[in-house]
T-cell receptor, first 114, second 112 residues
Framework: GAGVSQSPSNKVTEKGKDVELRCDPISGHTALYWYRQSLGQGLEFLIYFQGNSAPDKSGLPSDRFSAERTGGSVSTLTIQRTQQEDSAVYLC????????????FGPGTRLTVL | AQSVTQLDSQVPVFEEAPVELRCNYSSSVSVYLFWYVQYPNQGLQLLLKYLSGSTLVKGINGFEAEFNKSQTSFHLRKPSVHISDTAEYFCAANFGNEKLTFGTGTRLTIIP
């Protein structure tokens, strides 16, 4: 079946602009995660959604970052007033229910802030 | 603090030789452990995971890992590597809080 998909695959933006990154999880997966992969920081957790519960936002690096998940499916990660340090690959993952179910990762969105 | 450590950032190995990629964790609570592989220009793929039970876990592509609670380790091994194993390998842990904490990764390079 279809895996986790993310769009766009690449995004180049100017400093100060807002960007939206999209994630389509595997159908039927109730848990959705966003991670960031950057050279200096490795793989970092950003945010976690489980069904209709309030998301775990503990990994968001600043209030410029926000995410929503509509209808328990598609998720959008928004970065406002982008900075050069936001340049990274943003990865989305989904799992059936919990974190000890296998997390399936999408191919990522490579964000470059000029 | 809960953390995952991969001490080797790069590991070169001759083709058909054995390999061990090291992973250690720090935690005062129960932990679930994972190894993921990232091939060049691709996403992360699960190799294997330890949740409970037998401490020797077998995964895809001939890899296996052994959970050692006393040494807080979860090293990844393969008896004979191939060129196609060239990739970056990430050890990750779930410390009971729904998110994965990753190590910094080990780049495995296979030498023909």
């Amino acid at each position: 079946g279809a895996g986790v998909s993310q769009s766009p695959s690449n995004k180049v933006t100017e400093k100060g602009k807002d960007v939206e990154l999209r994630c389509d999880p595997i159908s039927g997966h109730t848990a959705l995660y966003w991670y960031r992969q950057s050279l200096g920081q490795g793989l970092e957790f950003l945010i976690y959604f489980q069904g209709n519960s309030a998301p775990d936002k503990s990994g968001l690096p600043s209030d410029r970052f926000s995410a929503e998940r509509t209808g328990g499916s598609v998720s959008t990660l928004t970065i406002q007033r982008t900075q050069q340090e936001d340049s990274a690959v943003y990865l989305c993952a989904s799992s059936l229910r919990t974190a000890w179910d296998t997390q399936y990762f999408g191919p990522g969105t490579r964000l470059t802030v000029l | 603090a809960q953390s995952v450590t991969q001490l080797d950032s790069q590991v070169p190995v001759f083709e058909e030789a054995p390999v061990e990629l090291r992973c250690n964790y720090s935690s005062s609570v129960s932990v679930y452990l994972f190894w993921y592989v990232q091939y060049p220009n691709q996403g992360l793929q699960l190799l294997l995971k330890y949740l409970s039970g037998s401490t020797l876990v077998k995964g895809i592509n001939g890899f296996e890992a052994e959970f050692n609670k006393s040494q807080t380790s979860f090293h990844l091994r393969k008896p004979s590597v191939h060129i196609s194993d060239t990739a970056e390998y990430f050890c990750a842990a779930n410390f009971g809080n729904e998110k994965l904490t990753f190590g910094t990764g080990t780049r495995l390079t296979i030498i023909p």
